[in-house]
């Protein structure tokens, strides 16, 4: 069974530019979230989807951050205007169900110059 | 005050030695524990839940202690293969909560 993938790896961008995360959830997996790790600094949530629907985006650190995920199976973030504080690895996962385990996919590194 | 604290390290162990590890929380509604362990430049993985029961597998035994809000992890006969990150990991309503991390280093 294929886990969680997410496109690109890396991305290394300008500040003020516009920047797309992609995340591919586990075949069948109706859960799908959002986390990122700034360097020196813990993973922390920023969205959850149950389907193509916004459960919880209380995570989301401003309106630069637009996540959805038509249809109900690939999610993509965008980042516009990027900046340098964006900078960081965006991890995406995605659980059966809600408090099933979460799997979790490669991440994508960020940064912003 | 952090949701979840932990000692980052990092510990530096002999193989073949025990090592635990310790972390708190500071949400008393906090539903579920588990501890996952991240690989250099990897994505997390769960190692284990933990339950108030405690609970073993393998050369891993996790613990809770509701009252306290503390959570630990022992490691026993380390392997090289052991030296990671380890995260300490709380769920209250659906999305998890992180500590920082608690890093291990296994010396042959």
């Known amino acids: 069974e294929a886990g969680v993938t997410q496109f690109p790896s890396h991305s290394v961008i300008e500040k003020g530019q516009t920047v797309t995360l992609r995340c591919d959830p586990i075949?069948?997996?109706?859960?799908l979230y959002w986390y990122r790790r700034v360097m020196g600094k813990e993973i922390k949530f920023l969205l959850h989807?149950?389907?193509?629907?916004?459960?919880?985006e209380s995570g989301m650190p401003n309106n630069r951050f637009l996540a959805e995920r038509t249809g109900g199976t690939y999610s993509t973030l965008k980042v516009q205007p990027a900046e340098l504080e964006d900078s960081g690895v965006y991890f995406c996962?995605?659980?059966?169900?809600?408090?099933?385990?979460?799997?979790f996919g490669p991440g994508t590194r960020l940064t912003v110059l | 005050r952090k949701e979840v604290e932990q000692d980052p390290g990092p510990f530096n162990v002999p193989e073949g030695a025990t090592v635990a590890f310790n972390c708190t929380y500071s949400n008393s509604a906090s539903q579920s524990f588990f501890w996952y362990r991240q690989d250099c430049r990897k994505e997390p993985k769960l190692l284990m839940s933990?339950?108030?029961s405690g609970n073993e597998d393998g050369r891993f035994t996790a613990q809770l202690n509701r009252a306290s809000q503390y959570i630990s992890l022992l490691i026993r006969d380390s392997k090289l293969s052991d030296s990671a990150t380890y995260l300490c990991v709380v769920m209250t309503n659906t999305p998890l909560v992180f500590g920082k991390g608690t890093r291990l280093s296994v010396i042959a």
């Open positions: 996962a995605s659980s059966q169900e809600l408090g099933n385990e979460q799997f």
């Open positions: 989807f149950v389907k193509e629907s916004k459960q919880d």
């Open positions: 933990v339950y108030s």
């Open positions: 075949s069948g997996h109706d859960n």
